[in-house]
C-alpha cells in the first residue's frame, strides 16, 4: 500500500510498518506515527464531524490541544470515545472510527444542521425549545443530545486495571523541550532529584517538530542526547506518556502516566494508566505553548491547520498536509512554514501575511480544501488553488498549571498573548515558551537559570550547564484575530462557536467572560479553550472597544487534558471500591449458608436459611422462637470497642456520658447514653468496669469510628490532663452474644468459672477463661430480654470459639441467629437503636429523659435541658400494633389522627422500625409519636403515602415482650 | 495539602479528618452561671474568615493526635501546627 503524502525525512521507524483501519478502511504507517500523521500520510484529510453543525473536520493541531480529530478508538470493552487522532500512538492492529455521524463520516445525514444553522445561534437551547415547557424534558432534551455529540461508549465494563503511585522529588519538570531538557539537566547534574514529565511519547517537544539546529547539531538529535544523559542519572525519572494535569496544595501534582495505550493490550500484570500524585519541593513549567488560529470565513475545512502543526507533520513525522500548501500569518513563522514544506518538495502557493494587509477571506472544499480566496492590500481578490492551508496566529503559552491557585495570566503586548502572572503555586516556576520565550535558546537560557534558583533554594549546589549555542531571533506577534466578512468564522472549532456568535452575546449583553463562555458554550469542550478562548476574547474586546486584558482573562482549572474515570478510580472498584471487614466467625457462617448483609464495611449474617425455607421471615421466626425457647447466639463482633485506663477513667466517663460511671463497682456494666454537645443523642452502648481503672467500653457498629474520635477529642482538647488512656480493640476481639433461658448452662460447659446467677449475676462482667485456660472477657447483658451474656476472645480464638459454643449448645437445640432475628428480639423489648438514634432524637424523645443526670457537667448536658428540647408534647417512643393483627404495618409510616387528611399539618410523628414479632404473630413497631406517652392506648391512622399504605393502629407501651425483665435476670 | 506534624514530620491531609474551628477547646463550664447562653455561643457561633483560621485536625490514619492547624483559607498556606493537648493546656484547660 503507498502512503501518498508521505514525505522524507522524519522520526519515523521505516522499517517497521503498522497496519490499522479508520472506519474499517485498512492503512499503513510507521512506528512513530500518531495517528493523525499516519492519516494524513495516506492523504487523509477528513477525521470527524463537528459537534453541533456536524461539518467536516480534519485535524488543526498535532498534540492534546485538539479540538476537532476526535475519534473512537478499540472496539468491545475497550473502545474508548473522544481521542485525538493527534496524540493516538500508533500500533499495529489499531482500530479506529469517526463519530458524531451517521450513516457514515464522508456523507452524514445530520450535516443538515449546518444549513440550520440560524436555528442554532449561541443560547439557542435557552430560547427555541421554550414551549411547551413539559417538551423540553420529553422531546427536545433527547433530541438535541442524539443530535449533538462526542463518540459512544461501549457500555461493558472495563477489562484494565488502574494504579494509583506515589512519587517524591526535588525539582519536578513539567514538559520535556528545550526549556524542560535544560532545567533536567542542570538539575540533574547538580545531584538533586528530578522528575521529567511529557505527555509526548518522544521526548524533546518543539525540538523534533522544527528544523532549528541546537550546539551545532539538529534538535531531534540534541533531545535525544539529552534524555541519555538523564537516563544515566540515578536521581532522574524521566517520564514519558505522563500528563500532568494540576497542581494541589502544597507541591502536590497529579499526574496520568499512560502505560499501556500504546499497545493493544496491556501486558500481562501491566495497568493500563497510572494515576501519579508527586510530591515536590520545586516545580519548573516548561510546558511549551499552543498556536492559534486566525479567525476567517470557513475556516474549519479539513486541509485548514495551524502552520506549526504542519511543521510538525512534515518534520517530525515525514506527513504532508497536503501537495500544495499556503500560509496564511501574521507573524514570521510564515516564510519558516514555507521553507521547511518546500525542502521536503511540497509546492507553496502562496504565503498570505496579514502584516503586508493580506488576508484569507474564505475557502472553498466540501470535505476538504480546494482552494482559498485571498484579498490583497489594495482591496482585489483572487482565489488560491491549494489543498492544505497553514494558519499562524501566534502562540499562548501554555500556563494553564499557574493559574490552578486562581493566579491571574498577564498580557504580554510584544506577543499579543497572556503569560503566567504573579499567584501561581508557590514553588512553581515557568520557563521557556510557557513562560512567553518563544525562542529555543530563551527556553533553553530560562529553563537552566530557574534550575539553578531551585537548587539554590533547596541548598544544592548548581552544576555547570554551558548553554548550547541556539536561535534567538526575536519573536513578535502583530494581532490578527479574525478576517471580518459575511459568513460563519470559527473561533472555537470543538463547540461550533462562530465570531456571529461571539457578536450576538455581546449584542444580548453577554459580556463578561463568565457570561460569554457559558452563553456561548465557548472553551467548554474537551480541549477546555486550548484554541478558542483567547480568539473569543479579542473579539469580545473588539466589540467593546476595550482592550484584551481589559476584557477578562480565562483562567484554567484541572485536568489539563482528558482523564479517563478509571484512572480516577484506580483499583477502588466493584468489589474493592471500599474495604470489606469480615467477623471471626465468617467462615463458619459462609458454611451454614448465611445471607450477609453489609452494615458499613462489615458483613454480618442476616439470617441462617434452613433446608426447606423458602422465605427469610421463615428463618427469622424460627430463629426468634427457638432463641427465646431455649437458646441462640449471635455474632456481635462488629459493636466498637474502646479500652479506657487510667486513674481517671470514670471522672472521664461521667463526662462523656449523660448518665454517672464512676460511682459503678468493679465488676459491674451500666448502659450509658452519649450525648453531642447539642443535646442530641450520639450513641448508646454498655461501658464495663473489669478494674478499679481498667473499663471497656462499647459503641454501635456504625459509630465505633466517630466516637472514639469523639473520645480522643475530648481527652486531648478539653482535658488534657485526666490520667486516661484509650484504645480501640474492636478488632482485638470476637465477641458473641449467647441468649435464651438455657444461655448459663450452654455456657457453663465452655467457661472455667462459676457463673451461677449468685456469682455472675445480671450486669455482672469478669476477666475469665474458656475451655480450660483461654483469656476470655465475659458480661450478663441482654439486647434481646432474654437470660443473656455476650462473651468475648481474642480475635485469632473467633472461629474455634463459635464452633464450641454451636457444639455445647447442640444438646439444647441451640440456633445461630443473625441480625433480623436481633432486630425482632430489641424492637420486641423496646430498645432503641440505629432507626431511633437518627441523629435529631433527645434522650427524652427516646422516653431515657431521666438518664441525663443535671448534677454533673457531661457533654451535651447544658444544651439537653433547653426550652424547645424539654417541652411537653415532644415527640416520644411508643410502641405500635395493627388494630387488626393480620394487616402488616410499613416503617417510615406518619401518625394521623382518623379523620385528618394526611398532610404535614397533621403529622403527629412516625414509625421508625417495623418488625413482625412471631411471639405475637403480628407486626409491631417502635415510633416517635408527638405526645406518646399520654396517648397508650390511642388509635391512629399509619399513613404511607410512598408506599401507598394505610392502616388503623393502636398505641401501646414500647415493650412488647416481658415488660418487668423477669427472664433477663433469671 | 501537607500537614507538618510536630510529632511525626510533614503528612498528606488524606491521614487526617477535618473537624473546625479551634475555639472548640475552649468549652465552657457547665455547671458555671450562664451556662445556656454560652454553650449556644460556644456550639453556634463560628466565624468564617477569609484568611488565617486556626482549625483543628485529627491524625486518625496515624498517631491519633489531634492538632492545631493556622491555615489560610484563601491560600491553603499553613503557618503552624501545634499539638491540640498543648495548646489546650496554654489556654488553662487542665482536668
Request: include cysteine; proline fraction near 5%.
Given at each position: 500500500?503507498?502512503?501518498?503524502?508521505?514525505?522524507?525525512?522524519?522520526?519515523?521507524?521505516?522499517?517497521?510498518?503498522?497496519?490499522?483501519?479508520?472506519?474499517?478502511?485498512?492503512?499503513?504507517?510507521?512506528?512513530?506515527?500518531?495517528?493523525?500523521?499516519?492519516?494524513?500520510?495516506?492523504?487523509?484529510?477528513?477525521?470527524?464531524?463537528?459537534?453541533?453543525?456536524?461539518?467536516?473536520?480534519?485535524?488543526?493541531?498535532?498534540?492534546?490541544?485538539?479540538?476537532?480529530?476526535?475519534?473512537?478508538?478499540?472496539?468491545?470493552?475497550?473502545?474508548?470515545?473522544?481521542?485525538?487522532?493527534?496524540?493516538?500512538?500508533?500500533?499495529?492492529?489499531?482500530?479506529?472510527?469517526?463519530?458524531?455521524?451517521?450513516?457514515?463520516?464522508?456523507?452524514?445525514?445530520?450535516?443538515?444542521?449546518?444549513?440550520?444553522?440560524?436555528?442554532?445561534?449561541?443560547?439557542?437551547?435557552?430560547?427555541?425549545?421554550?414551549?411547551?415547557?413539559?417538551?423540553?424534558?420529553?422531546?427536545?432534551?433527547?433530541?438535541?443530545?442524539?443530535?449533538?455529540?462526542?463518540?459512544?461508549?461501549?457500555?461493558?465494563?472495563?477489562?484494565?486495571?488502574?494504579?494509583?503511585?506515589?512519587?517524591?522529588?526535588?525539582?519536578?519538570?513539567?514538559?520535556?523541550?528545550?526549556?524542560?531538557?535544560?532545567?533536567?539537566?542542570?538539575?540533574?547534574?547538580?545531584?538533586?532529584?528530578?522528575?521529567?514529565?511529557?505527555?509526548?511519547?518522544?521526548?524533546?517537544?518543539?525540538?523534533?517538530?522544527?528544523?532549528?539546529?541546537?550546539?551545532?547539531?539538529?534538535?531531534?538529535?540534541?533531545?535525544?542526547?539529552?534524555?541519555?544523559?538523564?537516563?544515566?542519572?540515578?536521581?532522574?525519572?524521566?517520564?514519558?506518556?505522563?500528563?500532568?494535569?494540576?497542581?494541589?496544595?502544597?507541591?502536590?501534582?497529579?499526574?496520568?502516566?499512560?502505560?499501556?495505550?500504546?499497545?493493544?493490550?496491556?501486558?500481562?500484570?501491566?495497568?493500563?494508566?497510572?494515576?501519579?500524585?508527586?510530591?515536590?519541593?520545586?516545580?519548573?513549567?516548561?510546558?511549551?505553548?499552543?498556536?492559534?488560529?486566525?479567525?476567517?470565513?470557513?475556516?474549519?475545512?479539513?486541509?485548514?491547520?495551524?502552520?506549526?502543526?504542519?511543521?510538525?507533520?512534515?518534520?517530525?513525522?515525514?506527513?504532508?498536509?497536503?501537495?500544495?500548501?499556503?500560509?496564511?500569518?501574521?507573524?514570521?513563522?510564515?516564510?519558516?512554514?514555507?521553507?521547511?514544506?518546500?525542502?521536503?518538495?511540497?509546492?507553496?502557493?502562496?504565503?498570505?501575511?496579514?502584516?503586508?494587509?493580506?488576508?484569507?477571506?474564505?475557502?472553498?472544499?466540501?470535505?476538504?480544501?480546494?482552494?482559498?480566496?485571498?484579498?490583497?492590500?489594495?482591496?482585489?481578490?483572487?482565489?488560491?488553488?491549494?489543498?492544505?492551508?497553514?494558519?499562524?496566529?501566534?502562540?499562548?503559552?501554555?500556563?494553564?498549571?499557574?493559574?490552578?491557585?486562581?493566579?491571574?495570566?498577564?498580557?504580554?503586548?510584544?506577543?499579543?498573548?497572556?503569560?503566567?502572572?504573579?499567584?501561581?503555586?508557590?514553588?512553581?516556576?515557568?520557563?521557556?515558551?510557557?513562560?512567553?520565550?518563544?525562542?529555543?535558546h530563551g527556553a533553553l537560557r530560562t529553563g537552566a537559570e530557574a534550575a539553578a534558583a531551585?537548587?539554590?533554594?533547596?541548598?544544592?549546589?548548581?552544576?555547570?550547564?554551558?548553554?548550547?549555542?541556539?536561535?534567538?531571533?526575536?519573536?513578535?506577534?502583530?494581532?490578527?484575530?479574525?478576517?471580518?466578512?459575511?459568513?460563519?468564522?470559527?473561533?472555537?472549532p470543538q463547540n461550533d462557536v462562530t465570531v456571529k456568535d461571539v457578536k450576538l452575546a455581546?449584542?444580548?449583553?453577554?459580556?463578561?467572560?463568565?457570561?460569554?463562555?457559558?452563553?456561548?458554550?465557548?472553551?467548554?469542550?474537551?480541549?477546555?479553550?486550548?484554541?478558542?478562548?483567547?480568539?473569543?476574547?479579542?473579539?469580545?474586546?473588539?466589540?467593546?472597544?476595550?482592550?484584551?486584558?481589559?476584557?477578562?482573562?480565562?483562567?484554567?482549572?484541572?485536568?489539563?487534558?482528558?482523564?479517563?474515570?478509571?484512572?480516577?478510580?484506580?483499583?477502588?472498584?466493584?468489589?474493592?471500591?471500599?474495604?470489606?471487614?469480615?467477623?471471626?466467625?465468617?467462615?463458619?457462617?459462609?458454611?451454614?449458608?448465611?445471607?450477609?448483609?453489609?452494615?458499613?464495611?462489615?458483613?454480618?449474617?442476616?439470617?441462617?436459611?434452613?433446608?426447606?425455607?423458602?422465605?427469610?421471615?421463615?428463618?427469622?421466626?424460627?430463629?426468634?422462637?427457638?432463641?427465646?425457647?431455649?437458646?441462640?447466639?449471635?455474632?456481635?463482633?462488629?459493636?466498637?470497642?474502646?479500652?479506657?485506663?487510667?486513674?481517671?477513667?470514670?471522672?472521664?466517663?461521667?463526662?462523656?456520658?449523660?448518665?454517672?460511671?464512676?460511682?459503678?463497682p468493679v465488676g459491674k456494666v451500666r448502659y450509658g447514653l452519649m450525648l453531642r454537645e447539642?443535646?442530641?443523642?450520639?450513641?448508646?452502648?454498655?461501658?464495663?468496669?473489669?478494674?478499679?481503672?481498667?473499663?471497656?467500653?462499647?459503641?454501635?457498629?456504625?459509630?465505633?469510628?466517630?466516637?472514639?474520635?469523639?473520645?480522643?477529642?475530648?481527652?486531648?482538647?478539653?482535658?488534657?490532663?485526666?490520667?486516661?488512656?484509650?484504645?480501640?480493640?474492636?478488632?482485638?476481639?470476637?465477641?458473641?452474644?449467647?441468649?435464651?433461658?438455657?444461655?448459663?448452662?450452654?455456657?457453663?460447659?465452655?467457661?472455667?468459672?462459676?457463673?451461677?446467677?449468685?456469682?455472675?449475676?445480671?450486669?455482672?462482667?469478669?476477666?475469665?477463661?474458656?475451655?480450660?485456660?483461654?483469656?476470655?472477657?465475659?458480661?450478663?447483658?441482654?439486647?434481646?430480654?432474654?437470660?443473656?451474656?455476650?462473651?468475648?476472645?481474642?480475635?485469632?480464638?473467633?472461629?474455634?470459639?463459635?464452633?464450641?459454643?454451636?457444639?455445647?449448645?447442640?444438646?439444647?437445640?441451640?440456633?445461630?441467629?443473625?441480625?433480623?432475628?436481633?432486630?425482632?428480639?430489641?424492637?420486641?423489648?423496646?430498645?432503641?437503636?440505629?432507626?431511633?438514634?437518627?441523629?435529631?432524637?433527645?434522650?427524652?424523645?427516646?422516653?431515657?429523659?431521666?438518664?441525663?443526670?443535671?448534677?454533673?457537667?457531661?457533654?451535651?448536658?447544658?444544651?439537653?435541658?433547653?426550652?424547645?428540647?424539654?417541652?411537653?408534647?415532644?415527640?416520644?417512643?411508643?410502641?405500635?400494633?395493627?388494630?387488626?393483627?393480620?394487616?402488616?404495618?410499613?416503617?417510615?409510616?406518619?401518625?394521623?389522627?382518623?379523620?385528618?387528611?394526611?398532610?404535614?399539618?397533621?403529622?403527629?410523628?412516625?414509625?421508625?422500625?417495623?418488625?413482625?414479632?412471631?411471639?405475637?404473630?403480628?407486626?409491631?413497631?417502635?415510633?416517635?409519636?408527638?405526645?406518646?406517652?399520654?396517648?397508650?392506648?390511642?388509635?391512629?391512622?399509619?399513613?404511607?403515602?410512598?408506599?401507598?399504605?394505610?392502616?388503623?393502629?393502636?398505641?401501646?407501651?414500647?415493650?412488647?415482650?416481658?415488660?418487668?425483665?423477669?427472664?433477663?435476670?433469671? | 495539602?501537607?500537614?507538618?506534624?510536630?510529632?511525626?514530620?510533614?503528612?498528606?491531609?488524606?491521614?487526617?479528618?477535618?473537624?473546625?474551628?479551634?475555639?472548640?477547646?475552649?468549652?465552657?463550664?457547665?455547671?458555671?452561671?450562664?451556662?445556656?447562653?454560652?454553650?449556644?455561643?460556644?456550639?453556634?457561633?463560628?466565624?468564617?474568615?477569609?484568611?488565617?483560621?486556626?482549625?483543628?485536625?485529627?491524625?486518625?490514619?496515624?498517631?491519633?493526635?489531634?492538632?492545631?492547624?493556622?491555615?489560610?483559607?484563601?491560600?491553603?498556606?499553613?503557618?503552624?501546627?501545634?499539638?491540640?493537648?498543648?495548646?489546650?493546656?496554654?489556654?488553662?484547660?487542665?482536668?
Open positions: 500500500m503507498t502512503q501518498p503524502n508521505r514525505v522524507s525525512g522524519g522520526l519515523i521507524d521505516r522499517a517497521r510498518t503498522l497496519s490499522f483501519t479508520f472506519d474499517g478502511k485498512p492503512y499503513q504507517g510507521h512506528a512513530g506515527d500518531t495517528l493523525a500523521s499516519a492519516l494524513l500520510a495516506n492523504g487523509v484529510r477528513l477525521m470527524g464531524r463537528s459537534f453541533k453543525y456536524h461539518r467536516p473536520r480534519g485535524p488543526i493541531s498535532a498534540g492534546s490541544d485538539e479540538p476537532n480529530a476526535l475519534v473512537e478508538l478499540r472496539t468491545g470493552a475497550r473502545q474508548e470515545p473522544n481521542t485525538r487522532a493527534t496524540v493516538v500512538e500508533l500500533f499495529d492492529g489499531l482500530s479506529a472510527q469517526s463519530q458524531n455521524r451517521w450513516p457514515s463520516l464522508a456523507f452524514d445525514a445530520l450535516a443538515i444542521n449546518d444549513r440550520l444553522s440560524p436555528f442554532f445561534a449561541a443560547g439557542f437551547y435557552y430560547k427555541t425549545f421554550m414551549w411547551p415547557a413539559a417538551f423540553w424534558e420529553k422531546l427536545y432534551e433527547p433530541m438535541i443530545r442524539r443530535a449533538a455529540g462526542l463518540g459512544s461508549l461501549s457500555r461493558l465494563p472495563d477489562p484494565d486495571v488502574y494504579d494509583k503511585g506515589f512519587l517524591h522529588c526535588d525539582i519536578l519538570v513539567i514538559g520535556a523541550g528545550p526549556s524542560g531538557l535544560a532545567a533536567a539537566l542542570s538539575a540533574g547534574r547538580s545531584g538533586a532529584r528530578v522528575i521529567l514529565a511529557d505527555e509526548d511519547f518522544r521526548i524533546g517537544g518543539r525540538l523534533n517538530a522544527e528544523t532549528h539546529g541546537v550546539g551545532g547539531m539538529a534538535g531531534a538529535d540534541w533531545a535525544a542526547q539529552a534524555v541519555a544523559e538523564l537516563a544515566g542519572l540515578a536521581n532522574v525519572r524521566v517520564m514519558a506518556r505522563t500528563t500532568v494535569l494540576g497542581a494541589f496544595d502544597h507541591g502536590i501534582y497529579g499526574a496520568v502516566e499512560r502505560v499501556s495505550d500504546h499497545v493493544p493490550v496491556p501486558a500481562e500484570g501491566k495497568p493500563r494508566q497510572i494515576l501519579w500524585r508527586i510530591y515536590a519541593r520545586r516545580t519548573i513549567l516548561a510546558a511549551g505553548a499552543t498556536e492559534r488560529m486566525i479567525a476567517f470565513e470557513n475556516n474549519d475545512r479539513p486541509g485548514i491547520m495551524l502552520a506549526g502543526a504542519m511543521r510538525a507533520y512534515a518534520n517530525r513525522w515525514g506527513a504532508a498536509a497536503g501537495r500544495r500548501v499556503a500560509v496564511f500569518t501574521n507573524n514570521d513563522e510564515g516564510l519558516r512554514t514555507a521553507a521547511d514544506l518546500r525542502a521536503k518538495g511540497l509546492e507553496i502557493a502562496a504565503v498570505i501575511d496579514s502584516r503586508k494587509g493580506e488576508e484569507v477571506t474564505g475557502s472553498a472544499g466540501r470535505l476538504g480544501l480546494r482552494a482559498v480566496t485571498v484579498r490583497d492590500g489594495s482591496g482585489r481578490t483572487r482565489t488560491v488553488e491549494c489543498d492544505a492551508l497553514g494558519v499562524s496566529g501566534g502562540w499562548n503559552p501554555n500556563l494553564h498549571l499557574t493559574s490552578h491557585h486562581r493566579g491571574k495570566p498577564v498580557w504580554d503586548e510584544a506577543i499579543a498573548a497572556f503569560v503566567p502572572g504573579p499567584g501561581g503555586p508557590a514553588g512553581l516556576l515557568p520557563v521557556g515558551a510557557a513562560a512567553g520565550h518563544l525562542t529555543t531551585a537548587l539554590a533554594d533547596l541548598g544544592h549546589r548548581p552544576a555547570a550547564f554551558d548553554l548550547p549555542e541556539a536561535e534567538d531571533a526575536p519573536v513578535r506577534v502583530t494581532p490578527k484575530w479574525h478576517v471580518p466578512g459575511k459568513g460563519r468564522a470559527w473561533v472555537d455581546h449584542q444580548e449583553g453577554f459580556r463578561s467572560v463568565e457570561h460569554l463562555k457559558r452563553y456561548t458554550t465557548l472553551g467548554m469542550a474537551t480541549d477546555q479553550g486550548k484554541s478558542g478562548n483567547v480568539l473569543g476574547l479579542a473579539v469580545m474586546a473588539e466589540m467593546t472597544g476595550r482592550s484584551i486584558p481589559e476584557t477578562g482573562t480565562t483562567i484554567y482549572r484541572p485536568p489539563y487534558t482528558p482523564v479517563a474515570m478509571g484512572a480516577l478510580a484506580g483499583r477502588s472498584r466493584e468489589k474493592e471500591f471500599k474495604p470489606t471487614r469480615l467477623t471471626p466467625s465468617h467462615k463458619w457462617a459462609a458454611e451454614q449458608g448465611a445471607v450477609f448483609v453489609e452494615v458499613g464495611m462489615w458483613l454480618r449474617a442476616q439470617w441462617f436459611p434452613k433446608p426447606g425455607e423458602t422465605h427469610w421471615r421463615q428463618s427469622v421466626d424460627r430463629e426468634v422462637l427457638a432463641t427465646r425457647a431455649s437458646v441462640g447466639i449471635c455474632d456481635v463482633t462488629t459493636l466498637g470497642k474502646i479500652d479506657i485506663q487510667g486513674r481517671d477513667a470514670g471522672a472521664f466517663l461521667d463526662r462523656v456520658y449523660a448518665n454517672t460511671f464512676s460511682s459503678l447539642d443535646g442530641i443523642v450520639m450513641d448508646d452502648g454498655t461501658t464495663a468496669r473489669l478494674a478499679e481503672d481498667e473499663w471497656v467500653m462499647t459503641t454501635t457498629t456504625a459509630n465505633a469510628v466517630p466516637v472514639f474520635r469523639h473520645l480522643e477529642f475530648c481527652r486531648q482538647c478539653l482535658w488534657p490532663d485526666l490520667d486516661v488512656q484509650l484504645i480501640s480493640t474492636t478488632e482485638a476481639w470476637a465477641q458473641y452474644s449467647v441468649a435464651g433461658p438455657n444461655a448459663r448452662r450452654l455456657l457453663e460447659k465452655v467457661v472455667d468459672q462459676d457463673i451461677s446467677d449468685a456469682a455472675f449475676p445480671y450486669m455482672a462482667c469478669a476477666n475469665i477463661t474458656v475451655c480450660g485456660g483461654l483469656r476470655a472477657r465475659l458480661f450478663r447483658i441482654s439486647f434481646s430480654g432474654e437470660l443473656a451474656y455476650e462473651i468475648a476472645v481474642p480475635t485469632r480464638y473467633g472461629d474455634a470459639m463459635i464452633r464450641a459454643l454451636m457444639a455445647a449448645g447442640e444438646e439444647f437445640g441451640a440456633v445461630a441467629y443473625g441480625t433480623e432475628a436481633l432486630g425482632v428480639m430489641r424492637v420486641e423489648k423496646g430498645h432503641v437503636a440505629g432507626n431511633e438514634l437518627n441523629g435529631q432524637s433527645t434522650a427524652l424523645n427516646m422516653g431515657l429523659g431521666k438518664m441525663v443526670s443535671r448534677k454533673k457537667d457531661a457533654i451535651g448536658m447544658v444544651l439537653a435541658q433547653r426550652e424547645g428540647m424539654v417541652a411537653e408534647g415532644g415527640l416520644r417512643l411508643v410502641g405500635v400494633k395493627p388494630v387488626d393483627p393480620s394487616q402488616p404495618l410499613t416503617a417510615g409510616s406518619h401518625f394521623i389522627a382518623a379523620g385528618k387528611p394526611a398532610t404535614a399539618a397533621h403529622d403527629d410523628g412516625w414509625l421508625t422500625s417495623v418488625v413482625h414479632s412471631p411471639h405475637l404473630g403480628h407486626s409491631i413497631a417502635l415510633g416517635y409519636l408527638r405526645n406518646g406517652t399520654a396517648r397508650l392506648g390511642e388509635r391512629l391512622r399509619a399513613v404511607n403515602l410512598l408506599k401507598k399504605t394505610e392502616v388503623e393502629v393502636e398505641i401501646v407501651s414500647p415493650h412488647f415482650f416481658d415488660p418487668e425483665g423477669e427472664r433477663l435476670r433469671a | 495539602m501537607i500537614i507538618n506534624h510536630p510529632l511525626l514530620g510533614p503528612r498528606d491531609a488524606q491521614e487526617f479528618v477535618y473537624l473546625g474551628d479551634a475555639r472548640l477547646i475552649e468549652r465552657p463550664d457547665g455547671m458555671a452561671e450562664g451556662a445556656p447562653q454560652a454553650f449556644h455561643d460556644h456550639v453556634y457561633l463560628r466565624d468564617n474568615p477569609a484568611g488565617e483560621h486556626r482549625e483543628l485536625w485529627y491524625h486518625e490514619q496515624g498517631d491519633r493526635s489531634w492538632l492545631v492547624v493556622t491555615r489560610n483559607t484563601v491560600t491553603h498556606e499553613i503557618t503552624g501546627v501545634e499539638l491540640a493537648r498543648d495548646v489546650a493546656r496554654a489556654k488553662g484547660r487542665s482536668r
